[in-house]
């Protein structure tokens, strides 16, 4: 799905609400029975508190980030890395992200419940200050002088005022080879933080889905899906934009198409397969015009709200919402999900009897 401007959805509500009956006329021409459907969200997202991450940085040119928050397609891989390149001033494929090995790792949570980049974020902050802390104790020696004359950027600790500096690969080579460093000091240059977080985060958002209805089958077409989702400070913004588009599509597929049928006297799952349980294809979904809202999280240190839950919350209200509203013609008020062409084609035949 492409990320578009939404510029019907920006006007005033009037002009958009004129421009919403033009569109319901013509479809109305066409034997079609057009609905809209608007819903605002408020999400809450908590999940496992604690976390834990460590970055390790190796002479060869290499930052290790052990985390415990496994991806399951959201690419923490991308933007845990890009949290690194931001804080310790190296190149992004210089990092190397280890998710969830229990070899390595003692304390991770997973990635449910909007924590991944909510709570990974804390850690890897923390763990980078502290691994500055260190190196710049380690720089002190290297360059003969005092912390407080030392200042640490773009990967470099640099006396102020002059070009004499050490990189951060120099000074984890130091820490494993100079035997005049304090103990403390000595071995590999590495720092964690393993951290329990029991404030939530909430994202919240708004969104539009306008639909049209077949009253001769009960099939239910999408034509236009637009949101707008405050995510706090986005990382990565086409990562995002792709987890609202995911979400979107789940939810879309619960409100018109999935359904568990179980056996009623054995309990047997009937839709045991994809064969017998439907999920949305691309040519069930429109081209959504989706938008970011960046308003700071005053519940996160770094401002971060989750992004991973925007679509799924929001688009089972408003998908049924606007297949209500094209009903709503014939005196439909109310469908059960999933809204299916033969619950919808059921709904139209009963609300036509006498």
């Given at each position: 799905m492409a990320i578009t401007s939404a510029p019907w959805i920006w006007r005033s509500s009037s002009a958009t609400g004129r421009r919403f009956k033009k569109r319901r006329r013509e479809a109305r021409k066409r034997g079609q029975y057009r609905g809209i459907g608007v819903g605002t969200y408020v999400d809450i997202s908590t999940g496992v508190p604690r976390e834990k991450a460590e970055l390790i940085v190796l002479p060869e040119g290499v930052v290790e980030l052990v985390i415990g928050v496994v991806s399951q397609g959201q690419g923490h891989e991308t933007s845990f890395a890009q949290l690194v390149t931001e804080w310790l001033g190296v190149p992004i494929d210089v990092v190397r992200v280890i998710a969830g090995d229990t070899d390595r790792v003692t304390?991770?949570?997973?990635?449910?419940?909007?924590?991944?980049?909510?709570?990974?974020?804390?850690?890897?902050?923390?763990?980078?200050?502290?691994?500055?802390?260190?190196?710049?104790?380690?720089?002190?020696?290297?360059?003969?002088?005092?912390?407080?004359?030392?200042?640490?950027?773009?990967?470099?600790?640099?006396?102020?005022?002059?070009?004499?500096?050490?990189?951060?690969?120099?000074?984890?080579?130091?820490?494993?080879?100079?035997a005049d460093l304090p103990d403390d000091l000595r071995g590999p240059l590495d720092a964690a933080c393993d951290e329990t977080v029991a404030?939530?985060?909430?994202?919240?958002?708004?969104?539009?889905?306008?639909?049209?209805?077949?009253?001769?089958?009960?099939?239910?077409?999408?034509?236009?899906?637009?949101?707008?989702?405050?995510?706090?400070?986005?990382?990565?913004?086409?990562?995002?934009?792709?987890?609202?588009?995911?979400?979107?599509?789940?939810?879309?597929?619960?409100?018109?198409?999935?359904?568990?049928?179980?056996?009623?006297?054995?309990?047997?799952?009937?839709?045991?397969?994809?064969?017998?349980?439907?999920?949305?294809?691309?040519?069930?979904?429109?081209?959504?015009?989706?938008?970011?809202?960046?308003?700071?999280?005053?519940?996160?240190?770094?401002?971060?709200?989750?992004?991973?839950?925007?679509?799924?919350?929001?688009?089972?209200?408003?998908?049924?919402n606007a297949v209500v509203d094209a009903l709503s013609e014939f005196g439909v008020r109310h469908i059960e999900m999933p809204a299916t062409p033969q619950r919808v084609w059921q709904a139209i035949q009963q609300a036509r009897r006498p």
């Open positions: 304390v991770g949570g997973g990635a449910h419940s909007g924590r991944g980049m909510r709570l990974g974020s804390i850690v890897i902050k923390k763990s980078s200050d502290r691994l500055i802390e260190k190196g710049l104790r380690i720089a002190e020696h290297l360059l003969e002088t005092a912390a407080a004359d030392i200042e640490f950027s773009r990967g470099r600790f640099a006396v102020k005022g002059t070009n004499h500096a050490v990189g951060l690969f120099e000074v984890a080579r130091a820490a494993l080879e100079r404030e939530a985060s909430y994202p919240y958002g708004a969104h539009v889905c306008e639909v049209e209805v077949d009253p001769n089958t009960g099939s239910v077409t999408l034509v236009n899906y637009a949101a707008v989702d405050d995510v706090g400070r986005a990382v990565n913004p086409l990562i995002i934009h792709g987890q609202i588009h995911g979400g979107i599509a789940q939810g879309v597929g619960q409100a018109l198409l999935e359904h568990c049928h179980y056996d009623p006297d054995s309990g047997q799952l009937l839709a045991g397969s994809f064969i017998d349980y439907a999920m949305p294809r691309a040519c069930d979904l429109p081209f959504y015009a989706t938008a970011l809202s960046e308003v700071p999280s005053s519940t996160h240190p770094l401002g971060i709200r989750p992004a991973g839950e925007g679509g799924t919350v929001p688009a089972l209200a408003v998908v049924i």
